[in-house]
C-alpha cells in the first residue's frame, strides 16, 4: 500500500519551489529507475538529459507554453528518442549484452540479424516514433520513482519538441525530444492545483475482464 499512497499523493505539479533542491541520492535513484524500465528488444532506443544550465532552461520556457516549472524545478529532465534504428545503434546493443553475459545465445544472435534486417528500412520517423513509445516506458517508471522518493514532478508535452531540439543541439547527437519531467518541490500556497481531489475514473470502467 504504501507505494499506492505515494501515487495517490503525486499531482502534476504547477508550481515549484526555486529554493528547494532534490537530494542527489533521490535523482540518482529517480535516474535509475529510468534506467531500468523494460524496452523493447532491449534496445533502449532512448537518453536522459539533465537541463542544468540556467540560459537553457530559460530558452525552453519560452517554447514550452511558459510553463515556470522549467525554470522553477531542481532539476529538469528531457528524454529524447533516438531519431532512427541504424545497423550500429542496434548491433552496439547487441554487443554490450554479449559482452555483459560473457557469452554469445545461437537465438539472440538470429534476432539482431532480424531487428538488421527490417528496423533500418522502415523509416526514420517510423522509427522514432517507436523509440519515443520506449522513452515513454523510462518516463513513466521516472514519474513513478519520484513519488515514491516524495519529490514532486510535472509531466510535460506542452512543449515545442523541434525548438527544444534547436536548443539542446539534439540533432548533431541523433535524438529527438519526446517528453520532459521537471523535478522538484511543491510551492503549496501558489498550486491552485495542490489540495483539489485526483480524478481518475472508477475501476468498473476502467478495466474490463475478458473470459
Known amino acids: 500500500m504504501e507505494l499506492l499512497?505515494?501515487?495517490?499523493?503525486?499531482?502534476?505539479?504547477?508550481a515549484m519551489d526555486p529554493t528547494r533542491k532534490v537530494p542527489q541520492d533521490k535523482l540518482d535513484r529517480i535516474i535509475e529507475a529510468a534506467r531500468l524500465a523494460p524496452t523493447s528488444s532491449g534496445l533502449q532506443p532512448y537518453e536522459?538529459?539533465?537541463v542544468n544550465n540556467p540560459a537553457l532552461r530559460a530558452q525552453i520556457r519560452e517554447v514550452a507554453w511558459n510553463q515556470a516549472q522549467v525554470v522553477d524545478a531542481s532539476h529538469l529532465l528531457v528524454f529524447a528518442a533516438w531519431d532512427d534504428y541504424t545497423p550500429e545503434r542496434i548491433n552496439h546493443m547487441f554487443d554490450l549484452t554479449n559482452e555483459?553475459?560473457?557469452?554469445?545465445?545461437?537465438g539472440w544472435e538470429a534476432y539482431r540479424?532480424?531487428?538488421?534486417?527490417?528496423?533500418p528500412g522502415r523509416g526514420a520517423q517510423v522509427n522514432?516514433?517507436?523509440?519515443?513509445r520506449q522513452a515513454y516506458i523510462g518516463f513513466g517508471a521516472a514519474v513513478i520513482a519520484a513519488a515514491f522518493e516524495e519529490v514532486d514532478c510535472t509531466p510535460m508535452e506542452g512543449f515545442d519538441p523541434a525548438a527544444v531540439d534547436r536548443i539542446l543541439n539534439l540533432g548533431e547527437r541523433g535524438l529527438r525530444s519526446a517528453v520532459m519531467l521537471p523535478l522538484g518541490y511543491r510551492k503549496a500556497e501558489q498550486d491552485w492545483l495542490v489540495d483539489l481531489p485526483k480524478v481518475r475514473r472508477p475501476l468498473g470502467q476502467f478495466v474490463t475482464g475478458i473470459d
Do not use: P
Request: aromatic fraction near 16%; glycine fraction near 4%; proline fraction near 0%.
Open 128 to 132: 522514432f516514433e517507436h523509440a519515443a
Open 113 to 119: 540479424q532480424q531487428l538488421l534486417s527490417t528496423y
Open 100 to 106: 555483459v553475459r560473457g557469452f554469445r545465445n545461437e
Open 5 to 14: 499512497d505515494k501515487l495517490k499523493w503525486r499531482y502534476a505539479t504547477k
Open 48 to 50: 536522459i538529459l539533465i
